[in-house]
């Protein structure tokens, strides 16, 4: 049975899966204080051993298709795969005005949407499926926001990448207890991220002469280029980006 629609199915397919694989997805529910939160899991149940763990943190529409459709690709190369909920129980937003309206109550509480990544990170190194050594956490621009911000607490990362996020830099410079390595991934046709705020956070960067990034850009690419339900979508970005992400993905788990 076909799990997604046809343009978040033929992402999906572009991972090929294993004859021998036996894919398992679930809905999770977990909370936050009193916020009720909904989750999914997905991971190869044909391989018994702990596996390394992606978190995936969703756009500014909520928990819908597409950060699901990411995680089971992410299942397919062998990790265990889970896609936050940032939001709450059923919060989706198909109007782009009250998406931005959401997004911003945790942009003007970053308090909260940290503690909201924590939650999420929480039930997955818990996890017996998880080996909670190796865990990373991505997200997709509101997401790619949030997963910089978690990396910033100090959790205990193997590394933590932003598909175009915005890059808000902190004054004064708060990346001392950030643990393993930053990939930022960003278009060089974003006018939410533009050349001088990309500057900006890579100089905050550059205070922690020890920590480990990079930072790509993109040639062309608007924000959201690799969301293939938007007219934003570039394909050549999406899969060079993809690429990136799963490079950096072997390199920070055999470490």
């Known amino acids: 049975?076909?799990?997604?629609?046809?343009?978040?199915?033929?992402?999906?397919?572009?991972?090929?899966?294993?004859?021998?694989?036996?894919?398992?997805?679930?809905?999770?529910?977990?909370?936050?204080?009193?916020?009720?939160?909904?989750?999914?899991?997905?991971?190869?149940?044909?391989?018994?051993?702990?596996?390394?763990?992606?978190?995936?943190?969703?756009?500014?529409?909520?928990?819908?298709?597409?950060?699901?459709?990411?995680?089971?690709?992410?299942?397919?190369?062998?990790?265990?795969?889970?896609?936050?909920?940032?939001?709450?129980?059923?919060?989706?937003?198909?109007?782009q005005k009250e998406a931005a309206a959401e997004a911003g109550r945790y942009y003007g509480d970053l308090p909260l949407l940290r503690e909201r990544v924590r939650a999420a990170y929480d039930v997955v190194a818990a996890d017996p499926r998880v080996d909670e050594t190796r865990i990373v956490v991505i997200g997709y621009c509101f997401g790619g926001s949030a997963a910089l911000e978690f990396a910033r607490t100090g959790a205990d990362l193997a590394g933590t990448v932003s598909f175009h996020g915005g890059l808000q830099p902190h004054d004064p410079a708060d990346v001392t207890r950030v643990k393993g390595s930053l990939l930022i991934l960003t278009g060089g046709a974003d006018p939410v991220v533009p050349d001088a705020a990309v500057t900006a956070f890579a100089d905050e960067l550059r205070t922690r002469p020890d920590l480990d990034w990079q930072i790509t850009v993109y040639s062309g690419a608007p924000h959201s280029f690799t969301l293939p339900e938007t007219p934003a979508y570039r394909e050549v970005a999406d899969r060079r980006s993809w690429r990136a992400l799963t490079s950096f993905l072997e390199e920070v788990f055999t470490r």
Do not use: C, N
């Open 1 to 95: 049975m076909t799990e997604f629609s046809g343009v978040h199915q033929r992402l999906v397919a572009r991972v090929p899966l294993e004859p021998d694989a036996r894919l398992e997805a679930e809905v999770v529910a977990y909370a936050e204080r009193e916020q009720t939160l909904e989750g999914y899991a997905v991971h190869d149940a044909a391989v018994a051993d702990p596996k390394p763990a992606v978190i995936v943190l969703h756009d500014w529409t909520g928990l819908r298709e597409y950060p699901r459709a990411r995680a089971q690709m992410l299942a397919r190369l062998g990790y265990f795969a889970f896609a936050a909920d940032l939001y709450g129980t059923g919060r989706r937003f198909d109007d």
